[in-house]
């Protein structure tokens, strides 16, 4: 069983900058995607970012050139930053694990963190 575990939400103002972190306890964790998705207040999950075994890096329209996702083999664990946030990024954020060595924004993750909250204030 795959552990996942975000951190780092939080209440920023508009323009803010927040960094989320996913600890996992996945052994070769660098064999599989990750992914950053989030389910904003009435609304459905939504893909955020993506990151293939081979570093391949997908983004939403809505948060590219914002949000940069990375990871940290060594410490099994993904980050999220965040710059130039509005209120509509408010939204639970989840951290996800494919078993796959590739995923997508649509993709099925096969584990899932608890989320964290990030509420933006304008």
């Known amino acids: 069983q795959v552990e996942l575990k975000e951190s780092g939400g939080g209440s920023v103002e508009q323009g803010g900058s927040l960094r989320l972190a996913c600890a996992t306890s996945?052994?070769?964790?660098?064999?599989?995607?990750m992914g950053w998705f989030r389910q904003r207040p009435g609304k459905g999950r939504e893909g955020v970012a993506t990151?293939?075994?081979?570093?391949?890096?997908n983004y939403a329209t809505s948060v590219k050139g914002r949000f940069t996702i990375s990871k940290d083999n060594a410490k099994n664990t993904l980050y999220l930053q965040m710059n130039s946030l509005k209120p509509e990024d408010t939204a639970m954020y989840y951290c996800a694990l494919s078993r796959r060595n590739w995923c997508r924004l649509n993709s099925g993750m096969d584990y899932w963190g608890k989320g964290t909250l990030v509420t933006i204030s304008s």
């Open positions: 990151i293939d075994s081979d570093g391949t890096i």
């Open positions: 996945a052994r070769a964790f660098n064999l599989y995607c």
